[in-house]
Antibody, heavy 115, light 108 residues
Framework: EVQLVESGGGLVQPGGSLRLSCAVS????????MNWVRQAPGKGLEWISY????????YYADSVKDRFTISRDNAEDSMYLHMNSLRGEDTALYYC????????WGQGTLVTVSS | EIVLTQSPATLSLSPGETATLSCRAS??????LAWYQQKPGQAPRLLIY???YRATGIPARFSGSGSGTDFTLTISSLESDDFAVYYC??????????FGQGTKVEIK
């Protein structure tokens, strides 16, 4: 069974940092590109970052570029999102998703940016 | 950035009726468009990819069509489980890969 489990969310002050993790199982992680997608409370979905299967290509939405860094460890079947200079508008549920068309999603980890 | 505009914002229908949801792109995305269903408190679920291909396990009452800038998700004979919010999402060659703002299908 394919599983994606996010962790690392929490309450952080504006300007702070956080690292999210996505642990996967049930498929050959190193064969798949991955994404992070977020959803602010009561709002729609926002794609924020992508990493290719071998971690060579990374892309970001303008809203997080230069503040967030995506990475992965294929030996550990895990993906990460390093978030710096956090702002109130980064408050959201953060999902990791599998593949170009996000055929599998985790349940999300909540990030709250507030003083 | 390609903007996806979904219409209508809300669709009020009765079980058994057909839902027709629209997604319009600000520039061509070829066939690289997907549709997702999201219910309250749940992660989104992939329904359709490459404009018209149903994802694994998706019932045949869900169908997608379109190419270029105009796409449609059709849900035939609505069931109670289908009342949810639906999003389109493009995966054309270059990011950012945006989502539409969503269409809520509610029970009339």
């Amino acid at each position: 069974e394919v599983q994606l489990v996010e962790s690392g969310g929490g309450l952080v002050q504006p300007g702070g940092s956080l690292r999210l993790s996505c642990a996967v199982s049930g498929f050959t992680f190193r064969s798949y590109e991955m994404n992070w997608v977020r959803q602010a409370p009561g709002k729609g979905l926002e794609w924020i970052s992508y990493i290719s299967s071998r971690g060579i290509n990374m892309y970001y939405a303008d809203s997080v570029k230069d503040r967030f860094t995506i990475s992965r460890d294929n030996a550990e079947d895990s993906m990460y999102l390093h978030m710096n200079s956090l702002r109130g508008e980064d408050t959201a549920l953060y999902y990791c998703t599998r593949g170009r068309f996000s055929d599998y999603w985790g349940q999300g980890t909540l990030v709250t940016v507030s003083s | 950035e390609i903007v996806l505009t979904q219409s209508p914002a809300t669709l009020s229908l009765s079980p058994g009726e057909t839902a027709t949801l629209s997604c319009r792109a600000s520039q061509s995305v070829s066939i690289y468009l997907a549709w997702y269903q999201q219910k309250p408190g749940q992660a989104p679920r992939l329904l359709i990819y490459d404009a018209s291909y149903r994802a694994t396990g998706i019932p045949a009452r869900f169908s997608g069509s379109g190419s270029g800038t105009d796409f449609t998700l059709t849900i035939s004979s609505l069931e109670s489980d289908d009342f949810a919010v639906y999003y389109c999402h493009h995966r054309s060659n270059w990011p950012p890969w945006t989502f539409g703002q969503g269409t809520k299908v509610e029970i009339k």
